[in-house]
Structures are given as C-alpha cells and as structure tokens.
C-alpha cells in the first residue's frame, strides 16, 4: 500500500467520523416537527422536538426550534431558556442573537450589566471564536493533515514527498492542538459559570436560604438570565448581571 493510499485510508476514517451526525438518526422527528411548527401546531412540534431531546440528541438548529416553538406558545421563559441553549452552542447561528435579544426586551427587569474585565472578553471571544460544529471539523482535519503528513514521511524520508509530509504533519498538528484547546474548552465549559434562566413568573429573593418573608432583598421575573454560585439543598445563591446577589428555590429556574 503506497503512501496516497495511506492518506486515503486515514482521511475516509475521519471524515466517517466527522460527517456522522448525532441529529441524523431523529431527522424524522425534527422534519415533522418543522413542518407542524409551519402548520401553527404549536404543542405537537414541540412534542417532536423534545422526543430528539429525550433520545439524546441536541444541536443549536434544534434548541432555536425550540425556542421559536415556546415563543408562539407564550412561555417566554423557555422560549429564553433555549435561545440561550442555542446560543451557546452557536453563537453565530442564524437568527439565535436576534431572537433572543428579542425575547430579552420582553421581559419585566430591566438589568444593566457590569462591564467585564477586558481579559476576559478577550478568551471569550477567542474560544468562541469559530462555532462548535466548525471545530469539529477543523480539529479533524487537521487531525487528517498530520496523520496523513507523518504517513509521507515515514514512507517517503529522503523524497520530496517526505519533506512535504513533515510541513502537512507540523500545520496539520498545530491546527489540531491550537482548536483543540477551544473545542475542549467549549465542550468541558471550562472557567464558564453555571446560568440559568427564571421560569417562575415572579420570585421572591432573600438574603438567606429561607422563605422568611422578612429576609426578602427584591424581586426578579420570568426570563431572567442569573449566575449560580451555590447551592445549599432546595435553595440556590444567584448573581445578577448587575452584581445583585440572593437566594431562590431551585424549583423556580432551569440550567442552561
């Protein structure tokens, strides 16, 4: 087997890899769902969309859908719950910032956000750089381009094919590693804080993990996005965007 049947071989391997798509087995369930969401049948396309849910599947496609599905219903918690969801796993996926910047503006607190240190920007906007599905690919490719490089060397040493599989092998690797690190970083949620949305249409915030009337701060409404901090039982300390700091039920919000 010559050194082009090598790279052959090992880039059918990957791109079987890559191209197999999780969402394919419930494409049924998806498509139908699409098609009653177009028919005004709410309730029944989100029922096919939450079946690919049950059955593990998620995509920023699906929890768009989703979310577009709890809009028409009136349920502007979830409808934000999985634009966020949507968003984090594409935020350049089309329509996801705008629908959920619309959402946002219908919500009743108005929360101006404290401006982030500009290091943390910076990560951020690194990591997020390329969307999530693209890393996929771009990873695998340059997991291609290296294996397939270091075939040509090994194969081919004192070639010119050999000298060209050393430069495939470098680029291909320092692409694999570079994204990789981002890729990692976006599916471990590394240095990202727990959010979560409100459900409930109008909660109560204390000052400490208990239902003491006296011990309530403010309050907050459905629809708004908040950080958790801790966790103590049935009770969750949440941050605001705009450094607001409290205690609610953990039954009155959602993890994103």
């Known amino acids: 087997m010559n050194a082009i049947h ?21 494409q049924e369930f998806f498509a139908e769902g ?9 309730q029944a396309a989100l029922d096919r969309y939450d079946r690919v849910l049950d059955a593990g599947f998620e995509s920023s496609a699906l929890y768009y859908n989703i979310g577009n599905t709890h809009f028409k219903l009136g349920d502007l918690g979830r409808a934000i719950l999985n634009y966020e969801r949507a968003y984090r796993l594409d935020p350049r996926g089309k329509g996801v910032a705008a629908n959920l910047a619309l959402a946002r503006s219908l919500t009743t607190d108005e929360i101006t956000p404290l401006p982030g240190f500009w290091l943390f920007r910076v990560v951020s906007w690194w990591v997020h750089l390329v969307p999530r599905t693209w890393l996929w690919v771009v990873v695998g490719a340059g997991y291609v381009g290296a294996m397939g490089g270091l075939v040509l060397l090994i194969l081919n040493r004192t070639t010119v094919w050999g000298m060209w599989g ?20 976006l599916e471990l949620e590394l240095g990202a804080a727990e959010a979560a949305v409100i459900l409930a249409d109008e909660v109560p915030v204390q000052s400490a993990p208990a239902d003491d009337p006296a011990l309530q701060v403010f309050t907050i409404h459905e629809g708004t996005k908040v950080r958790i901090d801790r966790r103590a039982d049935e009770w969750l300390e949440i941050v605001l965007a705009d450094g607001k700091v409290g205690w609610v039920r953990a039954e009155v919000l959602e993890v994103i």
Do not use: H, K, M
Request: charged share 10%; proline share 2%; hydrophobic share 55%.
């Open 6 to 26: 090598w790279i052959a071989l090992f880039a059918t391997a990957a791109l079987g890899i890559i191209g197999a798509s999780p969402l394919a087995a419930q």
């Open 166 to 185: 050393r430069r495939i092998a470098l680029v291909g690797g320092t692409v694999a590693v570079v994204f990789g690190v981002n890729l990692t970083a």
């Open 34 to 42: 699409n098609r009653l969401y177009q028919e005004g049948d709410y």
